[in-house]
């Protein structure tokens, strides 16, 4: 027959196969999860009035914020999945949970205005957060602005906000002036994270050690958490006052690098190139590169080796 009256049946459809995800892909998010698991124990601990286990739930999450995009660069198991996990766990523990805490320390004294301040903090967090991802795709930005973050990141924020029960765990007398202060200092602390104060972020320092200092900075970093678990308090109290004494050193070498600019703009000699960092390093401490071409349609990695996870702290 030239023409026949049905037609074949199509072939069956084959099932849509995924690409199977590297065990590498995975390491950095599961940190990423126990940092988030972090921030909620700090949340339950603060309901109890258990401060102490919340403020080392709270730092212990930071130091886990502070590796996990490392461990990815070093893995090469960045993914688009794990930036973006990377930022809600942010915002719930240094943007929820430090909110808490100090509402049920000693905020709550203060009834609705101890609660405002509070929520303000918290959504000074997610703000800063949500700023610092759209500015990724900002242009013509110099190659020297990588070394800032605009305003306070969020985890540096998360430690320092917390300043008034580090001084109550050392025995300073508290009071309804103290909470007062303490809501000031909140507020304070909330508009610095969403300002526009160039900060340091030392995502360029110490990515080298020369062979001679690998003995000493092996001992330096024992020596650190050795002090914060026999002192955590003192270590806490004096390492929150140290950054805010440096805040101004941020602002003078920024404005410093802008006139450097300015000076070889006006002798036609250009300004520095205006484009990103370079490959090698990751854009900014949270920052992330979405548009790499190494992501496949699942959000977790392909096998592109020159994918980089941010490091985000804030």
């Given at each position: 027959?030239?023409?026949?009256?049905?037609?074949?049946?199509?072939p069956?459809?084959?099932?849509?196969?995924f690409?199977?995800?590297?065990v590498?892909?995975?390491?950095?998010?599961?940190?990423t999860l126990?940092a988030?698991?972090?921030?909620?124990t700090?949340?339950?601990?603060a309901?109890?009035h258990?401060?102490?286990l919340?403020?080392?739930?709270i730092v212990?999450?930071?130091?886990l914020?502070?590796i996990?995009?490392?461990?990815?660069r070093?893995l090469?198991g960045?993914s688009?999945?794990?930036?973006e996990?990377?930022?809600?766990?942010?915002?719930?523990n240094?943007g929820?949970?430090?909110?808490?805490?100090?509402y049920?320390?000693?905020l709550?004294?203060?009834k609705s205005?101890?609660?405002?301040?509070?929520?303000?903090f918290a959504?000074?967090a997610?703000?800063r957060?949500?700023?610092?991802?759209?500015m990724l795709?900002?242009?013509?930005?110099?190659?020297?602005?990588?070394?800032?973050?605009?305003?306070i990141?969020?985890?540096?924020g998360?430690?320092?906000?917390?300043?008034?029960i580090?001084?109550d765990?050392?025995?300073v007398?508290?009071g309804l002036?103290?909470?007062?202060?303490?809501?000031?200092?909140?507020?304070?602390?909330?508009?610095l994270?969403?300002?526009?104060?160039?900060v340091f972020?030392?995502k360029?320092?110490?990515?080298?050690?020369p062979?001679?200092?690998?003995?000493?900075?092996?001992?330096?970093?024992?020596?650190?958490?050795?002090?914060?678990?026999?002192?955590?308090?003192?270590v806490?109290?004096?390492?929150t006052v140290?950054y805010?004494?440096c805040?101004?050193?941020?602002w003078?070498?920024?404005?410093?690098?802008?006139r450097?600019?300015?000076?070889?703009?006006?002798?036609?000699e250009?300004?520095?190139p205006?484009?990103?960092?370079?490959?090698?390093?990751?854009?900014?401490l949270d920052?992330?590169?979405?548009?790499?071409p190494?992501?496949d349609?699942?959000?977790?990695?392909?096998?592109?080796d020159?994918?980089?996870r941010?490091?985000?702290?804030?």
């Open positions: 027959m030239v023409f026949q009256p049905l037609d074949p049946a199509p069956p459809s084959r099932p849509r196969r690409k199977t995800i590297p590498r892909t995975l390491v950095p998010n599961l940190i126990l988030l698991c972090a921030g909620l700090a949340i339950r601990m309901v109890e258990k401060v102490q919340a403020l080392a739930a212990f999450a930071a130091l914020d502070g996990d995009g490392r461990v990815a070093m090469k960045t688009r999945f794990g930036a996990l990377d930022s809600l766990a942010d915002f719930v240094f929820v949970a430090p909110a808490l805490i100090l049920f320390w000693g709550h004294e203060l205005a101890g609660w405002i301040v509070a929520l303000v959504i000074c997610g703000l957060l949500a700023r610092f991802n759209v795709d900002e242009p013509n930005k110099p190659a020297w602005a990588g070394n800032f973050f605009t305003g990141p969020a985890p540096a998360a430690i320092t906000v917390l300043l008034p580090y001084l765990q050392l025995g007398p508290t002036v103290v909470v007062w202060l303490t809501f000031f200092y909140t507020l304070l602390i909330a508009l994270m969403v300002s526009r104060l160039p972020s030392g360029r320092v110490g990515k080298r050690v062979p001679e200092m690998v003995l000493p900075v092996f001992v330096v970093v024992v020596l650190f958490f050795a002090l914060l678990i026999s002192y955590p308090w003192e806490l109290t004096a390492g140290a805010l004494a805040l101004p050193l941020g003078w070498s920024y404005n410093g690098y802008k450097k600019d300015a000076a070889a703009a006006a002798r036609g250009g300004t520095a205006a484009d990103a960092p370079p490959a090698h390093e990751s854009p900014s920052s992330p590169d979405l548009d790499s190494g992501f349609s699942s959000g977790l990695a392909g096998d592109d020159d994918d980089e941010p490091t985000r702290l804030n």
